[in-house]
């Protein structure tokens, strides 16, 4: 059936067990925003293993919404929409 048969099938089968993510990274931050889940932003000067996940840290919020910003604005200067109607700038 192909080399991809089985994870096809998984997908199927469980949809719980896939989820889509997007992540970026700078020299200090790292965050992982998934579909399914809960977000993780990570400090990688002070805790490169990524250890602590301090998405819920109200201190962090600006550099979360900062990255979140970051990771949109490549989305839309990257994505390839035939159907988008309007100028994309930013």
Do not use: C
Not at 8 to 14: G, H, P, S, V
Not at 57 to 62: C, F, G, I, Y
């Amino acid at each position: 059936m192909g080399h991809y048969f089985e994870k096809l099938k998984l997908q199927q089968d469980d949809p719980t067990t896939v989820a889509r993510a997007a992540m970026i990274r700078t020299r200090e931050w790292k965050l992982v925003i998934r579909s399914a889940g809960k977000e993780e932003l990570y400090d990688l000067k002070n805790d490169p293993q990524e250890l602590y996940n301090r998405i819920d840290d109200p201190a962090l919020s600006e550099v979360r919404n900062d990255l979140q910003g970051r990771l949109l604005r490549w989305y839309l200067r990257t994505s390839d929409n035939p159907h988008w109607e309007h100028e994309r700038s930013i």
